[in-house]
């Protein structure tokens, strides 16, 4: 059974940071890509981050590119987001999610957790 959790979400002040993880277990890095995706109120959801061990990549979407870092620990199955300088804008609930590339749609996704940016 495939299962992505997601922790590290909260509460912080505009221009603080947060550092995001997703635990992955029955899959691997090797055989799949991990996205973050966030979605806000209202809004539809939208990709924020991939990282793509079998690609050799990283990909971020042009609002948090030089501002969150994607990065993967095979030691322990870990996907992490550190986000820095953030915006009342980066509230949303942020997902992770598993395909085979980063181009790829998800396959698996997990529950989310909250990301708060008070101004």
């Known amino acids: 059974e495939v299962q992505l959790v997601e922790s590290g979400g909260g509460l912080v002040q505009a221009g603080g940071s947060l550092r995001l993880s997703c635990a992955a277990s029955?899959?691997?890095?090797?055989?799949?890509?991990i996205s973050w995706f966030r979605q806000a109120p209202g809004k539809e959801r939208e990709e924020v981050s991939c990282?793509?061990?079998?690609?050799?990549?990283?990909w971020y979407a042009h609002f948090v590119k030089g501002r969150f870092t994607i990065s993967g620990d095979g030691a322990d199955n870990t996907v992490n987001l550190q986000m820095i300088d953030l915006k009342p804008e980066d509230t949303a609930v942020y997902y992770c999610?598993?395909?085979?590339?980063?181009?790829?749609?998800?396959?698996?996704w997990g529950q989310g957790t909250q990301v708060t940016v008070s101004s």
């Open positions: 999610a598993a395909k085979m590339m980063c181009s790829a749609w998800p396959h698996f």
């Open positions: 029955g899959i691997t890095f090797d055989d799949y890509a």
């Open positions: 990282f793509s061990k079998s690609e050799g990549t990283t």
